[in-house]
């Protein structure tokens, strides 16, 4: 399917990032934007030419937020063979804004899950989208086509297409991205007024709390407020939770521990790249005579195997002079390590 | 001034990096622990040796924080010539329960801001230490001698001592990590019940956010629990700000907008390593012929002359054939740009 020649409108980040990697990719890609320097430094980074398109077969709409459903429906009235699609966080409310369009059968909402606390078309990259997620939410009236238009511009810049209705898309950023950067901002609005020594103490958890927190103000205001209902019905379960820590701490041990609990499970919650779950390990059992120096033989047999070793358990059994040692390692490989211990002489089974 | 030999008393994660980075550095190490199986693995490791010493120089306590304060008399009573230190992440109620033993201005007590999600001796790493910050928190009553082998045990690991009361320690850990925990907790506690696609659209941020969230349970409730006061003051603060943004969001943008802007320049009161500021960033002033290719032959003058280019705006003067372009560069980079393009025939100053 080809959906050359491309149109990006707006030369930030995100257009400009794809635009580059639409290049890469082989694609014609034509660049706008209302500040001619925008699409001079995104043409002089190679992502496209400033040269008016007249047939474009997608057209991505890439503007801030405020200007997306204007520049919807301007695209699909200037060129009525084009599929448009877009890059705004928040789908359900545009999507409602361009159905009373005419031609809005040929607009298809999209949002790629990429970006960076950076902005402009300096900051662009066309690895962004690389093994990213990219939500397609197709209204019910949109065209087969121009679904499979948007699908394919996704997968040609090595994105994840993920197709979902837009109210439910919604839904999913106010908990995996919207709360998560409001709590950021709250996290980091801590930090004034606190001395200079104590700052000194900061590492690697604060920076990562507080790293999406750096990112452009104008952008998240006009991505929150787009999607205010849903981020707010969140936000009000974050301070049930935090309410019950207030009351906790301190005084009542295990209701604080059952709220970290469940945080440390919805840790586990997160898929890896591409959708992958968690990685599932399995347990290796093996007798060790308890005398010395059997255990560094155990563990530099175990090295020589390869298996790295996620974790591992010693039980001495009282009287007796035998131990179990229970060795974890990713599920995959828990046959090579058997294989491995036993050829050396060990009693090993998983 | 020499610490050897150390005693460490708790083979998890923190005791064994200090014995694995210490015995790197050529001190006698001896390792202890209630459970046997700790201390066959640390020696199997190479953190030290499991006989018994003496007269240790120094004791480090690296004990669960409910064992610390009897671990602490203990060792104060059983070496009379032995600086005694410690790992816990609270400070003063300690150092409180501490004074009132024979002894106790050989104790200092320290904080080493290092650590990760996982636990136990097996994910020890001697570099655990390198160029993080370490607090150490004497009381007015300490020995100068028991300071100075602390000190001293610090750098040896390589990390950065910075000396502080016991009680403005607190405060700070509140701050930067205590309550950095409890909100990415919380993040990550809303996740539960979120169906699969919806969970599909993670990304880095969510990840960064609430990585912290994986740690272990019953050290953090202990953690937070002995900290309960401060840590509760400033999560008061945050449901303040939390109850602002609740309000604002989709009826108020320039009050979410204060709130954004707080949560970014916190951002920038972060440290980066070693206590060094942030990168200051200079601007260098290029005049450009308005004319096509002008632009890209910047550019690439630029990219020879090996200064990175951090950002770039460009100003067209209407009716002029000449625009200024303004490329911001790390301060210290500024001058070797400024030369290099001038060498190459531009009108540049900065």
Request: with cysteine; glycine share 8%; net charge negative.
């Amino acid at each position: 399917m080809s959906v050359s020649p491309v149109l990006v409108m707006g030369c930030g980040l995100i257009g400009t990032s794809l635009a580059l990697a639409l290049t890469d990719a082989g694609v014609e890609v034509h660049l706008d934007d209302v500040l001619d320097t925008n699409v001079e430094l995104a043409v002089a980074r190679g992502a496209g030419t400033a040269d008016p398109v007249e047939s474009p077969s997608v057209v991505v709409v890439a503007v801030p937020p405020s200007e997306v459903a204007a520049c919807i429906a301007h695209a699909l009235e200037t060129w009525p063979g084009a599929t448009v699609t877009d890059v705004a966080s928040v789908k359900a409310a545009l999507q409602s804004v361009v159905s009373g369009h005419p031609g809005s059968e040929r607009y298809v909402g999209s949002h790629p899950m990429a970006g960076s606390e950076r902005s402009g078309p300096m900051a662009a990259y066309a690895k962004l989208f690389e093994g990213r997620p990219w939500a397609v939410t197709p209204s019910p009236e949109a065209a087969p086509e121009s679904i499979q238009r948007v699908v394919e511009i996704a997968k040609l810049v090595g994105a994840v297409p993920l197709q979902m209705d837009a109210e439910a898309h919604d839904r999913a950023v106010a908990v995996v991205s919207h709360v998560p950067h409001v709590l950021a901002v709250l996290t980091a609005a801590r930090l004034h007024g606190a001395p200079t020594d104590h700052l000194a103490l900061s590492g690697p958890g604060l920076r990562d709390v507080t790293r999406i927190a750096g990112s452009d103000i104008a952008l998240w205001q006009e991505i929150l407020a787009a999607n205010a209902t849903e981020v707010r019905t969140v936000l009000e379960q974050v301070r049930g939770d935090l309410d019950r820590v207030i009351d906790a701490i301190g005084t009542d041990t295990d209701r604080l521990g059952d709220v970290l609990q469940s945080g440390q499970d919805g840790t586990r919650l997160i898929p890896g790249k591409h959708g992958e779950q968690v990685t599932e390990l399995a347990t290796v059992h093996v007798s060790v005579l308890d005398q010395p120096g059997e255990l560094s033989r155990l563990m530099a047999h175990t090295g020589e195997s390869g298996v790295n070793i996620e974790d591992i358990r010693i039980d001495h059994e009282l009287g007796r002079r035998v131990g179990q040692v229970e060795i974890s390692v990713v599920a995959a490989h828990a046959d090579t390590l058997v294989e491995a211990l036993t050829a050396r002489g060990w009693s090993a089974y998983s």
